[in-house]
């Protein structure tokens, strides 16, 4: 029987595996140690010194090769994927098949075929399909989406959204990365995606989408740059640009709305002060001043959102939508591909009628690197 099944409060901590040792795997070590409700009971990875390395770091008795070792040996409540994009499929299906709950780092599939056959299988099993989007996380982020929600800044008009981060050929030189086979997109998909799940976590649904993919300076396979212009469901007009070329890295979210405009600006993770909420001309003080961040803050990152995730396992809940809507931002970015390629806007429609871009995103890409 798994400890969420289990009555009463007096109970044994959750069990959860790694699987995975690559460096996001130790925030999600680091983050599972800060809770005593969920113990780190077991890691897998093909390489022995660095699962060895991990393992006596992190104090795990269970040490594997590989996650189906892994699952076979162990009982697992919560099976944490830490590993490149093209093997999350088939291990999700695996840890369901075990009985476990899933955690899964973005982006959870490479294709909206393989997410399908993910929340599927979550759903058969009955078991938790949770994905690892933590720009979403964060107690000034919260906050912000309060505000948007309770209609307190006026209509959302106008955004913008920007990944400039900069890799150079060295990132690429891991044999997965800059293929479409490993990597499954370029920076759209691998960076551009979580900046975009903030804001479609902010805003909700997108309803079009007009975009390019650009090969400006790196020899990969993919695109080193996109450009696009959304259209919300709200009937927001947002532009985002996602980059691996850019020497000052940035990540920036802005929301112009009909009383004031919101926007954070950072790199990797976000506290209040990223945030800044400018009023429009007019708006009373003491509105403004009801608008203010809460003084106690939690900085958006792995241990908010695993956090999440053990609240809802140990009490029984359904997953918030901290770690849910899986689908929202691997549509948009499939939206991007597929409008690229076709070189017109994209819809739900034209997506859940187009079987090239259901089931992979390789796209078309424009090179103008020079000859």
């Not at 309803?207 to 740059?225: H, T």
Request: proline share 6%.
């Amino acid at each position: 029987m798994s400890t969420t099944d289990q009555p009463g409060t007096d109970r044994a901590p959750l069990r959860a595996a790694i699987v995975g040792t690559g460096a996001v795997a130790h925030l999600h070590a680091q983050a599972i140690a800060d809770d005593p409700r969920i113990d780190l009971v077991a890691v897998s990875n093909r390489g022995e010194a660095r699962r060895t390395e991990f393992a006596d770091r992190y104090d795990v008795p269970g040490r594997y090769a590989t996650h189906t070792d892994l699952l076979a040996a162990e009982r697992v409540d919560l099976a944490v994927l830490c590993t490149p994009p093209d093997l999350h499929r088939q291990q999700t299906l695996d840890a369901y098949a075990a009985g476990a709950h899933v955690l899964c780092e973005k982006p959870p599939a490479l294709s909206l075929a393989e997410l399908d056959d993910m929340q599927a299988a979550a759903d058969a099993a009955g078991r938790a399909f949770a994905i690892v989007f933590q720009q979403r996380t964060g107690t000034a982020a919260a906050h912000v989406k309060r505000l948007l929600d309770s209609g307190a800044l006026g209509r959302p008009l106008l955004a913008q959204c920007q990944t400039l981060w900069h890799r150079g050929d060295d990132y690429y030189g891991v044999d997965w990365r800059g293929t479409w086979d490993g990597e499954g997109g370029g920076t759209t998909l691998g960076h551009g995606i979580h900046q975009m799940d903030l804001l479609a976590h902010l805003l909700g649904d997108w309803a079009e989408v007009d975009a390019r993919l650009w090969r400006v300076a790196r020899d990969i396979e993919m695109e080193d740059v996109s450009t696009a212009v959304v259209r919300f469901a709200n009937g927001v007009v947002a532009q985002a640009v996602s980059s691996v070329l850019s020497p000052r890295q940035t990540s920036v979210v802005r929301v112009d709305c009909e009383r004031a405009t919101v926007e954070v600006e950072h790199l990797y993770g976000h506290a209040a002060p990223n945030w800044r909420v400018t009023p429009a001309p007019g708006v009373p003080e003491d509105e403004v001043a009801s608008w203010a961040f809460p003084a106690d803050d939690e900085p958006s990152g792995h241990t908010p959102l695993v956090r999440a995730v053990v609240d809802a396992l140990w009490d029984g809940t359904p997953m918030p939508d901290l770690v849910t809507h899986a689908r929202r931002p691997l549509e948009l970015v499939t939206a991007i591909y597929a409008s690229a390629t076709y070189g017109r806007p994209i819809t739900h429609a034209d997506l859940d009628g187009d079987e090239r871009f259901r089931t992979s995103l390789v796209a078309d890409v424009t090179d103008v690197r020079p000859a």
